[in-house]
């Protein structure tokens, strides 16, 4: 059973304001990604993470930012909320040797008025 | 560069009626791994399968399986005697196999059963 949280699970807020989404895996994982999904179901990688002190940015270009300053912990802030920005976020993380199973969060719907 | 195609936006069938997902795939790769994920409402992503691509078997797990042909590259999923419960948006997604062995997934299809 996969123990990766992510929190809140749905965050309606206001433009302009500073929001984090948190992602925290029990696994000792040190592979770690986040994913936004449109609302038309597209998945696409924003960022990911090969451990420790290591961020990089994935396949879909995003205003958010990560940081990875423990194993268990990758959040992702996003400055100033805009509409554009509504969207589902999921985290996943995944264990070298594992060929890759991605263990995913429950996701963040996040919505921005 | 990597692409997953899953032509079928949405399926919608009668319970029990089987039923066959379709997902083609491109890369310049020689070795990579496939994926199924299941999303039900709750919006989860639960993972349904891994296929290396070096292993053409096909496979079945109680009413789902699995046909992987290379030849065509193609990985498509079949649910026998479908159920309500099946209802969900499925993925189908491509990864590299070294590297940050990132997903590539594919639009979705939603799938719906009708009692």
């Known amino acids: 059973e996969a123990d990766i949280y992510q929190t809140p699970r749905y965050l309606v807020i206001g433009t302009g304001k500073k929001i984090t989404l948190e992602c925290s895996q029990t696994?000792?994982?040190?592979?770690m990604y986040w994913y936004q999904q449109d609302p038309g179901m597209e998945l696409h990688l924003i960022h990911y993470?090969?451990?420790?002190?290591?961020?990089e940015k994935g396949d879909l270009s995003s205003e958010s930012t990560v940081s990875r300053i423990r194993t268990e912990h990758f959040p992702l802030t996003l400055e100033s909320a805009r509409p554009s920005h509504t969207s589902q976020y999921l985290c996943?993380?995944?264990?070298?040797?594992?060929?890759?199973?991605?263990?995913f969060g429950p996701g963040t719907r996040l919505t921005v008025l | 560069a990597q692409k997953v195609t899953q032509a079928q936006t949405e399926i919608s069938v009668v319970e029990k009626e089987d039923v066959t997902l379709d997902c083609v795939y491109e890369?310049?790769?020689?070795?990579?791994?496939l994926f199924w994920y299941k999303q039900p409402p709750s919006g989860e992503l639960v993972f349904l399968i891994r296929?290396?691509?070096?292993?053409?078997q096909n496979e079945i797990s109680g009413r789902y399986s699995w046909n992987f042909q290379k030849s065509t590259s193609s990985f498509n999923f079949t649910i026998t005697a479908s159920q309500v419960v099946d209802s969900a948006v499925y993925f189908c997604?491509?990864?590299?196999?070294?590297?940050?062995?990132?997903?590539?997934f594919g639009q979705g299809t939603r799938l719906t059963i009708n009692p």
């Open positions: 997604a491509l990864s590299e196999v070294k590297g940050a062995q990132k997903l590539v």
């Open positions: 696994m000792g994982h040190d592979k």
């Open positions: 890369t310049r790769d020689t070795t990579y791994y």
């Open positions: 296929r290396n691509s070096f292993d053409e």
């Open positions: 993470s090969y451990g420790v002190n290591s961020t």
């Open positions: 996943a993380s995944s264990e070298p040797g594992l060929a890759n199973e991605q263990f």
